[in-house]
């Protein structure tokens, strides 16, 4: 079945109210933290109040002794059994052909802390109460160092690692630099900006939880986990850290209340309560409060960048040239290094036809919390780059915003960027054309002159994005440093009455699996979506599977669904057939019913699943019982979901406050399955690009690496009196190599909203002498850049 076809079914493209969503609305969902085991204990973590210092001793006497501790573990308890530290799950190669510099990543610090909230110490007692009292108990005497948290800095400052004694992690490159360095001094025009990519904490609704248990009985460990990839997090905890074989290990990812990258990861707490878990013969439960989740779960983005582009005297681009140096924190988390470089400089073609393109990336460790994949992971700092690039262009040129995009958009598919990917389908001019009509932008002349009379500025910015998704193949990705397949596994399950249950390796953190998945199954087959049950997130019960992340679930868990049907209808095709006395040649499915070529015959699906259960009524020796399929899926290519966004803000120059007024989205995911669900997701995306452009910024003190943005009171989330009411729309160009059609709408609105709101911010500072400007505007900063530009 193709695409064309799979989007003609019934269920497709129709707004079905999420099934997931009474027990949440009711409470009756199941967090890691609802869980309580027998014989439960409570972990807490002592953590560096230093940001770079040697360990010169840690007293845990006192903290042993008070009331209802089981034990206290440091560095030397972990070094002692060979407890490994935290693997990364990339390698990059240097361009000089050496690896990339991969120190130690220690579960609890040994001899030296690298962060503020570096693992030093964890505490167990019978109570949570005495496990945070016992923990103030524990002594440690720290030699205190110096700190680097500017990644402009850090080749300056003292080594945080003896394996990067000049706190370089790799360089990395890709294109021609000869040949753009050629176009370049021979171009008509160049374009230069500098800017920064701010520094993100990620803030999922549910804190981090972490359960450890451990059976002696049958020698076996269960792990609950706040996760998005519990396969993931098993196969580096055995095969990487404790040395433990897969299948005396179980990872139970329950409801999961977001996570936007920063719970794909396997961290120090996760090792932690599992290994101590058989120390002490004891169920140990660990919650991070939102304090601790500011300075220990990975942050996001912190690029420094300098890009010029090369154009002819019509402002055709010609050459691209970028060089970005990128923050990894103090250690390499699971996907850091892939972030800046194969998601990142990847993207930097963006939907133009720029020949050529070359992108240098420098890595560097600083003493700050690892940084790894944020929502968008890389897609996002590149269209922020290109984009805010772009629209400088179309100043210097003196062309319009959608103008100067115009004249460069790729019109032919599919296109070979000069940066790796090929696009396979796409339709950028009636995205722009679309998004033109949707922001009335023929009517931003009366708007602005209004906004004027009132005392306001008003400025219009653009950003045309396109990202990759589906991360893929896996024998391309393994060449470029993974370490770990990217396929996908879908197993379906006919049971006698013609219902099914699916389990699926994608894990559902807030996409609304349970009722996508379940209508693809339900239209395939022809059932209703409340036959289909979904079942994700459990090692114990689901097939080998790689997660969810980079908008991979429905075109990648979606397609191995849809291959694991293809066999099921096979198979029902040869049952029906003998029940109709026919050929299965002849045997056609659809709606439900297996129907002869030319005749009046039918069976429905219900019959059919009856009776591959009940064995009698077909041969045995030609066809087994049952109706279960397996399929795995490792895609072709990327998908490439594209979009205009368009937003218009307005600024009161007295007080610096940006306020969006508009903010327009057009989109081309491919084939959508559930629209309401789709328009979720990029209401969401939109929320978090816009509270980066305006609000959200992690802030370090650069002399003591002390995290001055530590709380909800100095690091603005953004809220609903922040947004305008969106104006979204969808165009559709479906994804050639996936049967589904489908390309991925998680993380676009927070790819693509950054860069339009500060272009519409410069757009309206231009007039009062402002040309450049980095996230966020937030009033302070807006409010100063003006007095700057007047004096």
Same mark, same amino acid.
């Given at each position: ?9 019934? @269920? ?9 969503? %009474? ?104 109570? /949570?109460?005495?496990?945070?009292? =016992? ?34 992690? %790799?360089?990395?490159? &890709? ?11 021979? =171009? ?8 920064? @990519? ?28 706040? @996760? ?7 196969? /580096? ?28 990861? /396997? ?59 990128? @923050? ?29 393109? %070359? ?9 700050? =919390? ?64 679309? !998004? ?68 699926? !390796? ?50 990648? !868990? ?51 699943? /009856? ?58 995911? !491919? ?5 309401? &669900? ?39 989330? #953004? ?56 996230? #966020? ?15």
């Amino acid at each position: 079945m193709g695409a064309s076809d799979f989007v003609n079914l019934p @269920n497709i493209g129709t707004s079905v109210r999420r099934k997931e969503d %009474y027990r949440f609305l009711t409470g009756g969902g199941q967090y890691t933290d609802d869980i309580t085991l027998a014989n439960q204990s409570y972990a807490v973590f002592v953590r560096s109040p230093h940001a770079h210092a040697n360990i010169k001793s840690i007293d845990t006497a006192a903290a042993k002794a008070a009331p209802g501790v089981l034990d206290v573990f440091v560095g030397e308890d972990v070094a002692a059994d060979k407890i490994n530290g935290l693997p990364c799950g990339w390698l990059i190669t240097s361009t000089d052909g050496n690896p990339m510099k991969e120190p130690p990543h220690p579960i609890l610090a040994q001899g030296k802390v690298r962060y503020v909230g570096d693992h030093v110490a964890m505490v167990v007692a019978e109570t /949570l109460e005495q496990a945070k009292d =016992a923990a103030e108990l524990v002594e440690v005497d720290y030699d205190v160092l110096s700190a680097v948290v500017r990644v402009t800095d850090a080749a300056k400052a003292t080594a945080l690692h003896d394996a990067a004694p000049d706190n370089h992690c %790799y360089k990395w490159a &890709i294109g021609d630099k000869a040949q753009v360095d050629a176009v370049f001094a021979s =171009a008509a025009h160049v374009t230069k900006l500098d800017l920064t @990519n701010n520094r993100l904490i990620p803030n999922a609704m549910e804190p981090r939880a972490v359960i450890g248990s451990y059976s002696r009985a049958n020698d076996e460990y269960v792990l609950y986990v706040s @996760n998005q990839n519990p396969h993931v997090e098993r196969l /580096l905890l055995t095969a990487f850290v404790m040395g433990l074989p897969e299948h005396k290990v179980r990872v139970i990812a329950p409801d999961v209340g977001g996570g936007f990258g920063s719970k794909i990861y /396997l961290y120090a707490e996760d090792v932690c309560l599992t290994w101590a878990s058989k120390k002490l013969n004891r169920n140990i439960k660990w919650t991070c409060d939102r304090s601790e989740a500011f300075v220990s779960d990975a942050h996001g983005r912190d690029h420094s960048s300098h890009a010029e582009m090369a154009m002819d005297k019509d402002g055709k681009f010609l050459a691209l040239r970028v060089h970005t140096d990128a @923050n990894m924190g103090a250690y390499l988390s699971t996907f850091a290094p892939a972030v800046p470089t194969i998601l990142y400089a990847t993207l930097l073609a963006g939907q133009y036809t720029t020949p050529q393109i %070359y992108v240098e990336v420098d890595a560097w460790f600083t003493n700050t =919390a690892p940084v790894d994949a944020y929502r968008g992971a890389g897609r996002p700092e590149a269209t922020y780059l290109l984009e805010r690039l772009v629209t400088r262009c179309g100043w210097e040129l003196g062309l319009a915003q959608d103008e100067i995009r115009r004249r460069n958009f790729v019109k032919d598919f599919p296109y070979q960027t000069p940066v790796a990917l090929q696009y396979d389908v796409g339709d950028f001019h009636a995205l722009l054309k679309r !998004g033109n009509e949707l922001a009335d932008v023929a009517g931003f002349a009366k708007r602005k002159a209004a906004s004027e009379a009132k005392g306001l500025l008003r400025g219009m910015g653009y950003s045309c994005y396109i990202e990759a998704c589906g991360l893929a193949p896996s024998n391309i990705a393994g060449a470029l440093g993974a370490r770990a397949g990217l396929f996908e596994c879908g197993e379906v399950r006919v049971h006698p009455t013609g219902s099914v249950t699916v389990f699926t !390796g994608s894990h559902s953190h807030g996409q609304g699996h349970e009722t996508t998945f379940a209508q693809v199954v339900a239209a395939r087959l022809g059932i209703s979506v409340d036959a289909v049950d979904i079942v994700h997130g459990d090692t114990g019960r689901v097939p080998f599977g790689m997660g969810t992340y980079g908008s991979r679930s429905m075109s990648v !868990g979606g397609t191995a669904i849809m291959k694991a049907l293809d066999k099921i209808e096979t198979k029902a095709k040869k049952i029906a057939a003998h029940l109709m006395e026919a050929s299965d040649a002849d045997v056609e499915f659809a709606n439900g019913e297996f129907t002869i070529k030319g005749t009046d015959k039918k069976v429905t699906f219900g019959q059919v699943a /009856l009776t591959a259960y009940v064995p009698h009524n077909y041969p045995l020796d030609k066809l087994e019982p049952g109706l279960n399929e397996t399929a795995f899926y490792d895609p072709t290519n990327f998908t490439f979901p594209s979009g205009t966004y368009i937003c218009e803000v307005e600024i009161d120059a007295a007080t610096g406050v940006v306020r969006v007024d508009s903010f327009t989205a057009v989109d081309d995911f !491919g084939n959508i399955i559930n629209p309401m &669900i789709v328009e979720g997701q990029v209401h969401g995306g939109l929320v978090q690009g816009i509270g980066q452009a305006l609000l959200e910024n992690c802030v370090y003190d650069p002399e003591s690496g002390q995290l001055l943005t530590g709380s909800f009171m100095d690091y603005t989330m #953004p809220r609903a009196d922040d947004m305008p009411n969106f104006k979204l729309d969808t165009l559709c160009t479906p994804c050639s190599h996936n049967p589904l059609g489908a390309k991925g709408c998680g993380e676009a609105g927070a790819i693509g909203s950054p860069p339009a709101v500060i272009n519409a911010v410069l757009d309206a500072l231009r007039p009062l002498g402002v040309t450049d400007f980095d996230m #966020p505007a937030s009033s302070s900063r807006v409010w100063e850049a003006i007095q700057s530009a007047k004096r």
